[in-house]
């Protein structure tokens, strides 16, 4: 099938996930393609659909747990969506656009609203998907539009036909649908004082963040009202390992792979964290992380 597959983009064979995903947790795909353009990547996927091949849309891996065993299938980087077109106060934005990316082209451009983005190490088509925020701010604050592939056909769809919450869309876990790309609004701003905002909130997150480790943001969503880390702490979980993963000493809910560790060790210790919430405070926590099941 490689043949084929070149066709749509550029391919790799036998590729280790690590340097694709933020926990760097092994994880060995069968086929990779970087997909060139909107077109390609309708054909490709109709040719997977028609031979039953496997796929998976994966961004920046910057909010899942891979899986350690192989996936005999394609995983599909829409890296090459990378356009920027602004428009006065609209912009479009491809799938493949790294967050700081953007943030970085609209401070420049004198638009303001996405400062809160700007420490988010993942892409446009994963923060719509997941509807990524930090500071009381939302990507959803700022959606028109979003653009898709649904079932071989490509669709605006209007922010009206999707439902959003805290960190939840509805094309959230819809494998049918790929975020191609995403029109936002935002207002006329002053680029001094969105990079003065910027850099306050990147002081935050290396205070507050162990990010000389590898991880993938925040494990659990805040229950109302309350902070994640706050109850893992309060239970004592701060530093428990399993394997090579660790509960953050630095922020108890982040878990850091400190030593070679594996995906299912993030799950087990996902898992354990979760339970001992559970059991102790009676907080069913919510995971925030994508949990990978290769199908
Ligand atoms: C240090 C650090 C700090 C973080 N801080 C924050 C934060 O403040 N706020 C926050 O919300 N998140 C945060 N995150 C988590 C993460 O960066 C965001 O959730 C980000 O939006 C995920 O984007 P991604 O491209 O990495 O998605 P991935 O992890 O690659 O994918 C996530 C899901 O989206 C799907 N997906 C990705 N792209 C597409 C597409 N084009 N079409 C269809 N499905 C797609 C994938 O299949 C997967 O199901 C942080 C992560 C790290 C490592």
Not at 11 to 17: A, M, P
Not at 96 to 104: E, Q
Not at 176 to 205: Q, Y
């Amino acid at each position: 099938m490689n043949n084929e597959l070149e066709k749509y983009g550029k391919l790799k064979e036998n590729v280790d996930l690590k340097k694709y995903n933020t926990y760097k947790v092994s994880s060995t795909t069968k086929y990779l393609i970087e997909v060139k353009d909107e077109e390609n990547l309708l054909n490709l996927i109709n040719y997977l659909n028609d031979n039953d091949i496997n796929y998976y849309v994966l961004g920046n891996g910057s909010n899942v747990v891979l899986p350690k065993n192989d996936f005999n299938g394609v995983i599909i980087k829409l890296n090459e969506f990378n356009n920027i077109d602004i428009d006065d106060d609209e912009v479009y934005v491809g799938a493949g656009v790294m967050l700081p990316k953007l943030v970085n082209e609209t401070v420049n451009n004198c638009l303001k609203g996405l400062e809160w983005a700007s420490g988010i190490p993942g892409t446009l088509g994963g923060a719509v998907v997941g509807n990524a925020g930090a500071y009381l701010s939302e990507i959803f604050d700022f959606i028109i539009s979003v653009r898709v592939l649904d079932n071989g056909v490509i669709k605006e769809l209007k922010k009206s036909d999707i439902k959003y919450s805290y960190r939840y869309t509805s094309l959230k876990g819809q494998r049918n649908i790929i975020v191609l790309g995403a029109t936002l609004r935002l207002e006329k701003g002053n680029s001094d004082e969105s990079l003065s905002l910027m850099r306050n909130r990147m002081e935050r997150r290396l205070e507050s963040q162990p990010l000389d480790y590898p991880n993938a943001g925040s494990v659990f969503r805040n229950p109302e009202n309350d902070y994640a880390g706050r109850l893992i702490e309060e239970c004592g979980l701060k530093g428990k390992t399993v394997g090579g993963a660790m509960v953050s000493t630095k922020h108890a809910n982040f878990i850091i792979n400190y030593d070679n560790a594996s995906g299912d060790d993030v799950k087990k210790l996902i898992k354990l964290v979760h339970d001992e919430v559970l059991n102790k405070t009676g907080v069913d926590l919510i995971i925030e992380q994508e949990l990978i099941d290769w199908r």
